[in-house]
């Protein structure tokens, strides 16, 4: 009902537009307080990376991280990322992962994150703290903070937004009559917009998303995408819709489509029933990292990464690079 009231142009979203002004107006107050300096503002001396959301829900945020994360780590750069380790709950703040970190304690994202890339990263309501952690545990060359774009006790150094190219803003109003945390206009002081699919404005960098290889769960087994066959999809992301469509683009029909909240938490009773004999349960890499200690043998992911055109790549990282030289050059000058 609430992606049609933000997306499908049902009007019912009136009735909620008085907890959008508290919303909006609770937002900008918190803003100004830090820009006015009312509220602390923690800076490191080094470049920190925001990669963030306008919108709530599945934008393809966590591909653009990983793409920014990898692309800086060829490049022979020592980087960290930090979360808010959405849907985890740690014992205590802030939490360094390692090989043995549930996603039940630092969340599903940051868990991938770590697994995909190797990067050290560590989660906290807090931000800062995160980052703090990190930088006590080991040298780095540059922060990526995966979400935060709201959270202004963090300074920042960069910005990216990434925008769902097909829905874009929905309806235009603040949560909970829309999808919005900040509005359009916010985009005017960001670094960078990165449209994941539609039709990218003047000025937005078009963004695909790629599939990987199907991979089993149990065995690591990887097979192409379009030898699967008697398909159960499963997805807990913000939009399910577009897993789904991704797998009929490749030419999957799935039998079944089975959406789960995002950040859901899984139980091997829950996802067992769901296939038949002869059946194999598709899932995104998102929901694989919290399925693999009860895995199946029918049971596979199916990883996507971001695709940028070769022509943007240099625009968004130059500035990055540019930033950690000066870091750099800091570091050495002071000592």
Not at 58 to 69: E, H, S
Not at 191 to 214: F, H, R
Not at 240 to 257: D, I, N, Q, Y
């Amino acid at each position: 009902m609430i992606e049609r009231i933000w997306f499908g142009g049902e009007h019912w979203y009136w009735l909620l537009l008085p907890f959008s002004w508290l919303y909006g107006l609770v937002s900008a107050v918190v803003k100004t307080s830090y820009r006015l300096g009312w509220r602390k503002t923690s800076r490191f001396p080094l470049p920190v990376v925001v990669v963030g959301n306008l919108t709530a829900g599945g934008n393809g945020k966590t591909p653009v991280v990983l793409w920014l994360v990898t692309h800086l780590q060829q490049r022979g750069w020592r980087v960290g990322v930090v979360s808010r380790g959405y849907g985890g709950r740690a014992a205590r703040y802030p939490l360094l992962l390692n090989d043995k970190t549930l996603p039940g304690e630092a969340g599903d994202e940051p868990v991938l994150i770590f697994q995909r890339t190797g990067a050290p990263v560590a989660v906290s309501p807090r931000r800062v703290d995160a980052v703090a952690a990190l930088l006590k545990q080991q040298t780095l060359d540059v922060v990526i903070t995966d979400d935060g774009l709201q959270h202004y006790a963090l300074a920042r150094d960069i910005e990216w937004v990434v925008i769902d190219g097909v829905r874009r803003f929905g309806n235009g109003w603040w949560l909970p009559a829309g999808p919005m945390r900040e509005r359009a206009h916010r985009l005017d002081s960001v670094s960078a917009v990165i449209t994941n699919g539609g039709q990218a404005l003047p000025g937005e960098v078009p963004m695909q998303l790629q599939t990987g290889e199907a991979i089993n769960l149990l065995s690591g087994q990887t097979c192409s995408v379009e030898s699967l066959s008697q398909v159960v999809a499963m997805a807990g992301i913000g939009h399910p819709p577009r897993f789904f469509a991704t797998l009929r683009a490749k030419g999957v029909a799935p039998v079944r489509e089975v959406s789960f909240a995002d950040h859901q938490s899984y139980r091997h009773e829950q996802l067992s029933v769901l296939t038949s004999p002869g059946q194999v349960l598709v899932m995104t890499e998102k929901d694989a990292v919290k399925c693999r200690d009860f895995a199946q043998e029918n049971w596979w992911y199916i990883p996507v990464n971001a695709r940028l055109p070769d022509g943007d790549k240099e625009r968004l990282l130059a500035p990055i690079e540019q930033l950690i030289r000066q870091y750099r050059r800091g570091v050495v000058s002071n000592n």
